[in-house]
């Protein structure tokens, strides 16, 4: 099993910026891939942005530009640096965890609030 605890969200205003924490323990040796999710109101749970254990990246369109993900092996933590954020980007934050570099997450976060304020 593999426990996933997010950090770092919050209110802000439209333009500003948030750094989500999301930090890996259990079984993590099974774990290639970290990223994040988001779910609105009445939406899906989306995808927001990857990163492998080799440290290769991916992005939403709708994020690009704007986020960005690292990834500190060390700690087993992955960060997501969330910049000019918009109304839009308002959504609980989930931190996923997953065997393939797929991406299909294995393990998941409680999630974490972020709304941004027009």
């Known amino acids: 099993q593999v426990q996933l605890v997010e950090s770092g969200g919050g209110l802000v205003q439209a333009g500003g910026s948030l750094r989500l924490s999301c930090a890996a323990s259990g079984s993590i040796f099974s774990i290639n891939a970290m990223g994040w999710y988001r779910q609105a109101p009445g939406k899906q749970r989306e995808f927001v942005a990857a990163?492998?254990?080799?440290?290769?990246?991916n992005y939403a369109d709708s994020v690009k530009g704007r986020f960005t993900i690292s990834r500190n092996n060390g700690k087993n933590t992955v960060l997501l640096q969330m910049s000019s954020l918009k109304p839009e980007d308002t959504a609980v934050y989930y931190c996923g965890a997953a065997r393939t570099t797929a991406f299909l997450p294995n393990y998941w976060g409680q999630g974490t609030q972020v709304t941004v304020s027009s």
């Open positions: 990163i492998t254990d080799r440290g290769r990246t």
